[in-house]
């Protein structure tokens, strides 16, 4: 039998660790878009920003290949995430958990995605080795997320806590997808 292709996309705000969790779980050598930043007040954060895209690819047992598409963080990059949001079966939106005002703008993107269709998904409380972060059950609050989606520990430079990341996603999705299908058997819901 041929592998399953599944596409899912690594979302949040500015400097949250999109690229970093990307190159922390692909097998293949990411395909990676940073520039240098002008910005003085950003390059306070950091010194590069993706423009464009991450990629990477990982396989999950013996039939599933994930592809993995990073979007941008800044908003004026924001085209670009319908772009790479298009034929999407999930998406894992990461917050900074050190820095609270990142939570602010992981709700504007959070919005923006939910905004182009129901899909499953999870929120990733990133940075968690920070001492003095949010934890994720702060993060949920703060976003009001519903119980029925996960928001999970993540320290994206670590490749363990990544991979445990995913695998809650395509647990999540592997639910998420089962139910609608049972209910469209039973004619209750049409995809
Ligand atoms: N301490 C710590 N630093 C992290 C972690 N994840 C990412 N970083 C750092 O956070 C900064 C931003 O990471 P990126 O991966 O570039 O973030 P991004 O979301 O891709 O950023 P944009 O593409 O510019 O939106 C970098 O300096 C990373 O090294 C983490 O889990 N812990
Ligand atoms: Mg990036």
Redesign the pocket.
Known sequence: MSPRIVKIVVT??????????I?SLSEIVPVVT?VGLKNTFEKT??K???VAL?YGRIKVGDDLVVHLF?T???FRFSFMWKILARGMHGYIL?V?S?RPENVDEAVYVYNFFRQIGDVPHIIAA?????EGCLTPEIIRMMMKIPPSTPVVP?????PESVRKVLITLVKHMITWYSSRQEAKVRGKYVL
Do not use: E, H, R
């Open positions: 949040g705000p500015f400097a949250s660790g999109k690229t970093t969790f190159k940073d954060v950091k590069f920003t993706t991450d990073g941008p963080g800044q990461l900074d050190s990133n940075k968690q080795d920070i993540l320290i994206a430079t670590d």
